[in-house]
């Protein structure tokens, strides 16, 4: 394994995209998504991209890329198929110390593009280091019919309920166990069945209970 899978929070941070090309405009909405501040490098715009450079939600450099580009931004994807380009673009990342994907050409880049399933704040990746992509996206779909919209709605529960658990039990022990007996219990099945009343109810319970076991041996 040569990568290390992490996640980043790209919330107003400058990104740059270099076109036009093939996945140009999945790109620009991939980060834009995520909150980073997006510029597009390319000398003509599809309709959908140059429609948000008209709404003022994107700068746009209307030309091809040259030196110098890289500079201030904290991220850069080229979905160019000029691989001399990349190599260059790439080498100028790497000085600058840039997190730098060429589209298609991973000799040329620092970070990959997994593919994504997303229910709510839970999201899977699947990534194969560039040498699979399509492994990657028929896992994807089979992870999509897997995993239905109630892990999403389950873990935005345990989210709301997360400030009260730490308030009420002290010991990190006690919500360990809380947490795994909430996802093991059956209020995934009443969030799959429609029933959120009936699994906002079992949480509740749960958390009581914890709450009681943790005096309890405090107590003792």
């Known amino acids: 394994m040569n990568s290390f899978p992490v996640f980043l929070k790209l919330k107003a941070q400058p990104c740059l995209v270099i076109g036009p090309g093939r996945e140009f405009g999945a790109r620009v909405?991939?980060?834009?998504?995520?909150g980073a501040r997006v510029t597009v490098l390319a000398p003509e715009l599809p309709p959908e991209v140059a429609a948000r450079v008209e709404a003022g939600e994107l700068a746009w450099i209307p030309r091809l890329p040259r030196e110098g580009d890289?500079?201030?931004?904290?991220?850069v994807v080229s979905c160019i198929d000029d691989r001399e380009t990349n190599r260059r673009l790439f080498s100028e990342a790497q000085r600058r110390g840039v997190l730098?994907?060429?589209?298609?050409?991973?000799?040329?880049?620092n970070f990959s593009f997994p593919a994504l399933v997303r229910r709510g704040p839970l999201t899977l990746a699947i990534a194969t280091e560039g040498k699979a992509p399509a492994l990657a996206v028929r896992l994807k779909e089979e992870l999509a019919r897997l995993i239905g919209p109630e892990y999403g709605a389950l873990a935005e529960?345990?989210?709301?309920?997360?400030?009260?658990?730490?308030?009420?039990i002290k010991a990190f022990e006690h919500r360990r166990r809380l947490w795994y007996r909430i996802v093991d219990s059956p209020v995934l099945e009443h969030l799959r069945a429609g029933q959120e009343a009936r699994a906002r109810a079992l949480i509740r319970e749960m958390i009581e209970r914890a709450r009681e076991e943790a005096a309890n041996e405090a107590d003792g």
């Not at 730098?100 to 880049?109: I, S």
């Not at 529960?157 to 658990?165: D, H, Q, S, T």
């Open 29 to 34: 909405a991939a980060l834009s998504r995520a």
């Open 70 to 75: 890289l500079e201030d931004f904290f991220l």
């Open 100 to 109: 730098f994907n060429a589209l298609d050409d991973p000799q040329h880049a």
């Open 157 to 168: 529960l345990m989210a709301e309920v997360r400030p009260e658990v730490t308030d009420r």
